[in-house]
């Protein structure tokens, strides 16, 4: 069983350019949850996509967007890069409504 | 969700029990207590959860107390490859998504 898996696992952009970055959630899982952990702090919540659709969401602003695929992949956006974006971004899947949230390894982005 | 207050940091000799404690004051009635570690540059790892009764695992046992208002996570014989961040996080329902990490407690194990 593969788990959680994300790419990529490091890049580099310039403030204003846009990134994309992907999870393919555990097998059997249905639910992708996405979180930004900055250095020395707790993952903070972005939002979560079920059934194609964002059902939550934290207190993150409109630059950042995402997607849910049918096979239950995902996809994180970020418009308008900031100095302050650089983090780890985390991806995790769950079944929804039930069980514990199942962690990738993250994709660091570093904005220069 | 409830707010958690947990040491900065705590070592633990190689071999012995680490207990990890947690006070959640503001529980309310539906919210459970989730566990999860974070070894460095990895992501989080769940480990146990619980609503009012103790739990136990094979990572770990959780210890509620009858209140509610504060829990331990034992790991009963630590080893090397149990340093890492642990949260604590009280959360409504199980399966919840939007779990709030506070800054957890930073277990290094000893030799």
């Known amino acids: 069983d593969a788990g959680v898996t994300q790419s990529p696992t490091h890049l580099i952009k310039t403030r204003g350019q846009q990134v994309t970055l992907r999870c393919s959630p555990k097998?059997?899982?249905?639910?992708v949850s996405w979180y930004q952990q900055a250095l020395g702090q707790g993952p903070q919540f972005i939002f979560q996509?079920?059934?194609?659709?964002?059902?939550q969401r934290g207190n993150f602003p409109d630059r950042f967007s995402g997607h849910q695929f049918p096979n239950y992949s995902s996809e994180l956006n970020v418009n308008a890069l900031l100095l302050g974006d650089s983090a780890l971004y985390l991806c995790?899947?769950?079944?929804?409504?039930?069980?514990?949230?199942?962690f990738g390894e993250g994709s660091r982005l570093t904005v220069l | 969700d409830a707010k958690t207050t947990q040491p900065p940091s705590m070592d633990c000799a190689e071999g012995r029990a680490a207990n990890l404690p947690c006070n959640h004051s503001?529980?309310?009635?539906?919210?459970?207590v989730y566990w999860y570690r974070q070894i460095h540059s990895q992501g989080p790892q769940y480990i146990i959860h619980?609503?009012?009764n103790n739990e136990t695992n094979e990572m770990a046992s959780l210890i509620i107390t009858e209140d509610r208002k504060s829990s331990t996570l034992i790991l009963p014989h630590a080893t090397l490859r149990d340093t890492a961040v642990y949260y604590c996080?009280?959360?409504?329902?199980?399966?919840?998504?939007?779990?709030?990490f506070g800054k957890g407690t930073k277990l290094s194990v000893i030799p």
């Open positions: 995790a899947s769950s079944i929804h409504r039930a069980g514990e949230l199942f």
């Open positions: 097998s059997g899982h249905d639910t």
């Open positions: 996509y079920y059934e194609e659709e964002e059902r």
């Open positions: 503001t529980i309310s009635g539906n919210e459970y």
């Open positions: 619980g609503l009012k």
């Open positions: 996080i009280v959360t409504r329902g199980a399966g919840s998504y939007q779990l709030t």
